[in-house]
């Protein structure tokens, strides 16, 4: 009787503490969420204030300059071709001269 | 034997005891803990219900503003996070040092930290700096102060200083927008903070987060416009040149993609000038550039010659007169209407044919003419090119214009409206009807923002006159540029289409107009074939004594414009053989 109460009370015991083991895992893996999350929104921001230090760095007359500085011949880029726009009437199909050929000029 | 058994019997007896009583006292044990814990819960101790209660903390996430891109994606205005610093002076250690503390930490002056904190006795939160460096806010984190805190904040950045301030406008101190595009697009600008609720121990560490309690930061959506900002500080460049050096009253430009109807550049420039203040005024520009209004959309000017392009394309499609037909035209002052209204040119070509009459800009031709043409024949030729009405641009306070009602429309109205007089358009809405010339003749649908999608880029609009008639007027107001007004505005690398215009300022409180004092524009499209852009320029009230003439004040600087930004965009030049040619004949 005595062996089972002794037994009784270590499986309680046990049990107590895998629950409280459980609990503080739970409460570190919380913590280090809140950590992981915070970190990222420090990084976001961290990419925010790049950003802002990127687009003020790179002012047209600087990039113009640093082109200038660099040997070879440069070109601006051309628009990508674009189909001309069309009327309504085109789009009905009432047009005599309809034009909708791709522009390659740009 | 019978000794063993009862003494087994009694040890048995007594063990069972025993265990009875451990059961009993466990059992006891734990009804004594249960009542306990009732207690607790039910009726719990002042001092233990403080103790006990939920630690609940709550935390606000900064979500971003969504940034202002330009046509490629170039950053116009975005945010980034800066920390405020803030002190409890009722917490602080010790309230005779802390303004040191800090004023050593950040590197300020301590006396002024602590006048900072006197000046607001009693009160838990006093600003000591709006916008820490990082290095501050890093310095102050690792110092710990007690009653020392950093408060995270949005702060709005526009990357390219003023370039563009009119069109993008600015935030308020809430990072809400106070005009412009930030006002404008709102909306989708506009970032929704989140929330975290979470469950914390005595020393603040998060214990629990419960996902429900957790609402996500939204950041506002980025907003691409349709503005190039290499052409905006070219057009702002140039047009500030030209107010000065004709010392006017003010200037607008626009660049429109003739395309896809999407503004490329926007600009309206206010000279504070004395004797122009009585003319407008724009009380919110005086407070900040990006608080004025947009003149381009807002206040609408008498076009004068620049008008006359539409009037001629549709009397000219209702054959009102044919491009070749030689028309009565004076030799010598001046021509007088049906009505006996006198008509003056600035010169006197005698009888020209309906095409010169637009190349040279004889405001007798146009009279004759809309003379022929009957009301609701004129009428209707302002209001299919748009006038009398807003383009739906969505730009704030936008103007429809004036355009005289049919109960007023009298035979003077007759024959000033086609010389661009008792009528008042925008900028905007010129440049939208101009570019009609420029298509097939269909009215573009005006953008501000950049089109995402081919059915956005190309929206259907109605044809406002015949493609044959587009490209006719493109020919005629090409030799504007050759034989006309236009010609000190050539350009040697593109073949230009445009017409000058010069009208006299009106007197801001009506009765009539200045005599000396003007309102100068040009308005011009290229390259010939196939145009890309159109340009408009108004100068308004420049000085005469440096001229006043539209094709010479405002003609070289849409050349100029149109100049930089075809080559800026990769468009082949054009003009070659034309050029020289007409070089040659102006020598």
Partial sequence: MFAKLLLIILITGATACILLVNRQQRIETANEIAHIHRCLLEHDQALWTMRNEVAARCQPDEVRLAIATLAGAWRPIPSPPRRDARSATQLAGGDPEPNNKLDLSG | MRHEDQLRSHQSDRATAWTKLVVFAMIAGFGLLLVRVGQMKLRPDPQLARAVSPRLSSLSELAKRGDLLD???RVLATSTVAYR????????????????????VIDADPVEIDQKILAWPGRRYVVIDHELDDWQAQAIRQADLSGVGLQAHLVRHYPHGETGAGVIGMVGFEQTGVG?????????????????????DANRRALWIDPEAHRPAEDGRDVQLSIDLVIQQFIEQRLEEAVNEFNAGGG???????RTGEIRAMCDILNPRPDWDEITTDPGRDIHRALGRNRCVTDPYEPGSTFKPFVWAVATELSRAQPEEILPTPSAPAYRTSQGRRIRDSHYHGPVSWRTVLIKSINSGMAIVAERMTTNELQGAVARFGFGRKTGCGLPGESPGLVTNSANWNHYTQTSVPVGHEIAVTPMQMVRAFSVFARDGTLPAIRITAATTEDETYPVRHQVIPPQIAKLVREVLRDVMLHGTGRRAQSERYRIFAKSGTAQLPKPQGGGYFEDRYVSSFIGGAPLDDPRIVVLCVIDDPDKSRGH???????????????????????EPDAGDDHDASMAAAD
């Avoid at chain 2, 610093?85 to 050593?104: G, Y």
């Avoid at chain 2, 607008?252 to 003739?258: E, F, G, H, M, Q």
């Avoid at chain 2, 094709?551 to 800026?568: F, H």
């Fill in chain 2, 85 to 104: 610093l803030f002190v409890d002076p009722t917490v602080v250690s010790d309230a005779q040092t802390i303004a040191v503390d800090i004023a050593e």
């Fill in chain 2, 180 to 200: 412009g595009m930030e006002h404008l697009f709102e909306a989708s600008l506009a970032p929704r903070d989140g929330r975290l609720t979470y469950l914390r």
């Fill in chain 2, 71 to 73: 046509a490629r994606h």
């Fill in chain 2, 252 to 258: 607008r430009a626009i660049v429109l993609d003739c």
């Fill in chain 2, 549 to 571: 003439y539209g094709g010479a004040i405002t003609g070289p600087v849409v050349r100029d414009i149109i100049d930089y930004t075809l080559t800026y965009l990769g468009v």
